[in-house]
């Protein structure tokens, strides 16, 4: 689960990490009022709420002058003005897409006056299995570029799941950094505050880009990004209301409902699949042989008729299938049950494009049975025999 960054920087600011005053704000009007009580005579910031990184390089699309999802403004009319052209128009960035992501949600922040900006996060690393803290003295918009072209440039420490980050770390990292004398306590605050969040609540990433110091010698968290492991989020009930649904794909949080694993991409083939690990090796085999698959889709080991058939539902949904790939190993899930689940789809939604099969595993043979005696009333519905044969009728099906 993500959430925004006024959010994350509420949560951080919970642990003890100093924070930037802020108000968020819905409306031009609510962002003028709030310019009046946080510019305290000089200026203030403007920034859209959205689930995606790079606004600050970003652009509003289809607005004549160049603005992104934060800016400084000066006064109060400018404020308003900024606004208004930020909830009216959809931010492009690079982790949007090409048509951007509309902003319902803004917050105006006191100007803190940074003079240098640091990046710090705290992250699983996959090659060792252990949480790692990453630290740079190159922080801000370019981090990314900073990470590809000059690796060396970021420094990481592993951190014990059971114990923490351990304050001596932090104290090295701060000072590996530049910091010195009582901005070396200030950020191993901050440090301590980011384990502290990252394990207590289960996060996925908690992330401070940039930490910032200011003209008066200050450290402070200018900008924050926290997302949250939705496997643990049974175990955080106070973290449910700060989930905004209107920042996801409507069609994956459907799917959330009905207990599914589903992710929409952009391709023509519609994959259905029991398992996680098959889902993704579905997913290789169909571009192996030259198709775009158009979703992961993870039905689970216990799939029943009704999740089944809601599966079907949510990939015809997508009107960019051209042909949906079943692929069934049947070890705790029943290949019948599956078979089952795919006539009944057919008989309430209809196939109006291929549906290739195949199954293997548990009850594999009443499911072809099952789907031999329909041949006739179902005839968009192909069975193959084999992985390979599968995939590659599927891909030509699609063209």
């Known amino acids: 689960m993500k959430v925004h960054e006024y959010q994350a920087k509420e949560l951080l ?11 968020v704000c819905k409306t031009p009007d609510e962002v003028a009022a709030a310019f009046d009580k946080l510019s305290n005579g000089g200026g203030a910031m403007v920034k ?6 790079g606004r600050g390089a970003g652009q509003l699309k289809g607005y004549a002058d160049k603005l992104g999802g934060v800016k400084f403004v000066g006064n109060r009319d400018k404020a308003k003005t900024v606004a208004e052209a930020m909830l009216k128009y959809p931010l492009v960035t ?18 803190a006056e940074p003079d240098k900006e640091f990046y710090v996060s705290m992250v699983l690393d996959r090659v060792t299995g252990l949480p790692i ?42 000072y590996d950094l530049g910091f010195a004398n009582d901005q070396i306590a200030a950020v191993v605050k901050i440090m ?35 997302d949250f492991d939705d496997n643990a989020g049974f175990r955080h009930k106070e973290l449910a209301p700060l989930r905004d649904e209107a920042e996801e794909n409507p069609t994956e949080i459907r799917a959330g409902k009905a207990n599914l694993n589903y992710i929409q991409l952009d391709g023509t083939i ?46 015809l949904s997508d009107a960019g299938v051209k042909a949906i790939f079943v692929n069934v190993f049947g070890g705790i899930a029943s290949c019948a049950r599956i078979a089952d689940a ?24 009443q499911a072809r049975v099952i789907l031999n005696s329909v041949k006739a009333e179902l005839p968009a519905i192909r069975v193959a025999a084999g992985l390979t044969e599968a995939a590659k009728l599927v891909v030509e099906l699609a063209k």
């Open 13 to 23: 600011a919970a642990y003890g990490a100093p924070i930037p005053k802020h108000i």
């Open 48 to 53: 859209a709420q959205i689930h995606a990184g």
């Open 94 to 111: 690079l982790q949007t897409g090409p048509e951007g992501q509309k902003i319902s949600t803004l917050i105006v922040q006191a100007d």
């Open 133 to 174: 803290l990453m630290a740079s003295a190159a922080g801000g918009m370019d981090i990314e570029k900073v990470a590809h072209d000059t690796p060396e440039k970021i420094l990481r420490v592993q951190v014990s799941p059971e114990l923490g980050l351990l304050p001596f770390q932090a104290q090295k990292m701060a």
């Open 192 to 226: 301590m505050a980011i384990s502290k969040l990252y394990f207590e609540k289960d996060a996925s990433i908690v992330e401070i880009n940039p930490l910032a110091i200011t003209k008066k010698g200050e450290v402070i968290v200018l900008d924050a990004k926290v």
């Open 270 to 315: 519609g994959c259905l699949v029991n398992g996680a690990g098959l889902a993704m090796a579905t997913m290789d085999i169909v571009k192996h042989h030259g198709g775009e698959p158009a979703n992961f889709l993870d039905v689970g080991g216990g799939v029943t008729a009704e999740n089944a058939v809601e599966a079907f539902r949510i990939i």
């Open 342 to 365: 795919l006539v009944k789809a057919g008989r309430e939604v209809g196939f109006k494009i291929p549906v290739v099969v195949r199954l293997e595993g548990n009850e594999v043979e």
